[in-house]
């Protein structure tokens, strides 16, 4: 069964401040993986797609990388603004033949303070 | 602005009711999913339609009656709902369920039951 993880689960960092949020899987067998963004009581704000044969995705300010083989991805946010406070979700899509869903970590709770 | 609508956005039934929620994309995707998600948790997968045709059902207990009338529309109808269905139901669409294509989501339906 696939299981994503997420570190730190709570981050605090004052304005400016580059940061990795970390995200870990244990099955390799993914279609890709997807970087997310809520804000509080919204929906997932999509912000980064990664193919599973890909190695990173940029845009603007975030960069995201992806290693399938140890499992892991990290989003890289530089220069940070308090208009990035939020919970920053990563998500794998599984193959078809595993159910073809995507399963979420449980996110970082990002608050950058001005 | 979200391309995936969700309503309504809010939403306060008894357990008794019949009520519906309702999801519409006209980005002209072929998957449609339901998910549902408690306070900070992240989302849980509840439904996949691919080509208007059910194609995944997580276990969910049928008081959640998915229907997909057609390619853009995708309601949940709610019947005897428990106090435990209190959740933001967040609706999703991506270009083909088949593919390695990132999910959009709407902002949800926040339900509370009485």
């Known amino acids: 069964k696939q299981e994503v993880t997420q570190i730190p689960a709570a981050l605090s960092v004052p304005e400016g401040e580059n940061l990795v949020l970390n995200c870990s899987f244990t099955d390799s067998a993914i279609y890709n993986l997807q970087w997310f963004r809520q804000d509080p009581g919204k929906g997932l704000t999509s912000l980064l797609l990664?193919?599973?044969?890909?190695r990173e995705q940029t845009s603007g300010r975030l960069n995201a990388s992806l290693d399938k083989s140890s499992g892991r991805s990290t989003l890289y946010i530089a220069a940070s603004q308090p208009g990035d406070s939020a919970t920053y979700l990563c998500?794998?899509?599984?193959?078809?033949?595993?159910?073809?869903?995507?399963?979420f970590g449980a996110g970082t709770i990002l608050r950058v303070k001005s | 602005d979200t391309e995936v609508t969700q309503t309504p956005k809010h939403l306060v039934m008894g357990m008794t009711n019949k009520k519906s929620l309702k999801c519409e994309q006209h980005m002209g995707h072929r998957a449609m999913y339901w998910y549902k998600q408690k306070a900070k948790k992240p989302p849980e997968l509840m439904f996949v339609y691919s080509y208007e045709k059910l194609s995944i059902n997580e276990s969910v207990p049928s008081r959640f009656s998915p229907e997909c009338p057609n390619s853009s529309l995708l309601n949940l109808h709610l019947h005897a709902l428990q106090p435990e269905d209190s959740a933001l139901y967040l609706c999703?669409?991506?270009?083909?369920?088949?593919?390695?294509?990132?999910?959009?989501f709407g902002d949800g339906t926040r339900l509370s039951i009485l």
């Open positions: 998500a794998v899509r599984l193959k078809e033949e595993y159910g073809n869903k995507l399963v």
């Open positions: 999703a669409s991506s270009q083909d369920p088949q593919g390695s294509w990132p999910q959009h």
């Open positions: 990664i193919q599973s044969s890909q």
